[in-house]
């Protein structure tokens, strides 16, 4: 199947700090990306698509100055989490369909474990 | 926007036994049906899928069915081993690359 590759696996960054993480798709090109954010012992939520040449679209309750979304190229989405907080310390996973087809599905990165002290 | 609503949260078996996890959407405009797993510490790894132009789909052990009708879909997993311990996520999706929409999780116990 495509794979998505995300990256660091985990970081730990100080209060106050900026952090990036990178999902990227490495056989296929995914004109959409899906950010995902996932506390313990919960589901994934939903934070924001990522689309490629143009703004992200953000759920509802996420703010995008805080989480800044960059969609550069076709196989490169970055989330940004601005002035991190410890209540920003989550499980961040991005997905992305390799193709716009019906009925297609997401492929899902390994995740970012981010932990703000 | 879809919901969709996973039971039960958590769900513990004898191994051999069989789980099944129960899922409902509420938008008739969502026709893919992914299941997935999640390990700890890992992102979800897709297990099964049904399309909604199919009722029962099934890959060795595991089985997914769906009745759009009633907006309902399921996961069986037969003769449960301890390494099918894990958190099972239903989700439900329009498909065409748009966002998908997962359940709250079950977490599946299989005691050896």
């Known amino acids: 199947g495509a794979v998505v590759s995300q990256h660091p696996s985990w970081v730990i960054c100080k209060s106050g700090t900026s952090v990036k993480i990178e999902c990227r798709s490495l056989d296929f090109q995914a004109t959409t990306m899906f950010w995902y954010r996932q506390f313990p012992k919960q589901s994934l939520m939903l934070m924001a698509t990522?689309?490629?040449?143009?703004?992200?679209?953000?759920e509802q309750g996420v703010e995008k100055d805080k989480f800044l979304i960059n969609h550069a190229s076709l196989t490169l989405s970055t989330l940004t989490v601005t002035s991190a907080h410890p209540e920003d310390s989550s499980f961040y996973i991005c997905?992305?369909?390799?193709?716009?087809?019906?009925?297609?599905?997401?492929?899902f990165g390994q995740g970012t474990r981010l932990t703000v002290v | 926007g879809e919901n969709v609503e996973q039971h039960p949260s958590t769900l513990s078996v004898q191994e051999g036994d069989s789980a099944v996890i129960k899922c409902t959407y509420s938008?008739?405009?969502?026709?893919?049906f992914p299941w997935y797993k999640q390990e700890l510490g890992k992102g979800p790894q897709l297990i099964i899928d049904i399309r909604s132009n199919v009722g029962e789909k099934k890959d060795q052990r595991i089985a997914v069915t769906l009745n759009k009708t009633a907006k309902h879909f399921s996961l069986h997993i037969t003769e449960t081993q301890p390494e099918d311990s894990a958190v099972y996520f239903c989700a439900a999706s329009p498909g065409g690359g748009f966002k998908t929409i997962f359940g709250a999780g079950t977490r599946l116990f299989v005691k050896a």
């Open positions: 938008d008739s405009a969502s026709n893919y």
């Open positions: 997905s992305a369909p390799p193709s716009l087809g019906a009925n297609t599905e997401a492929f």
């Open positions: 990522s689309n490629e040449g143009s703004k992200a679209t953000y």
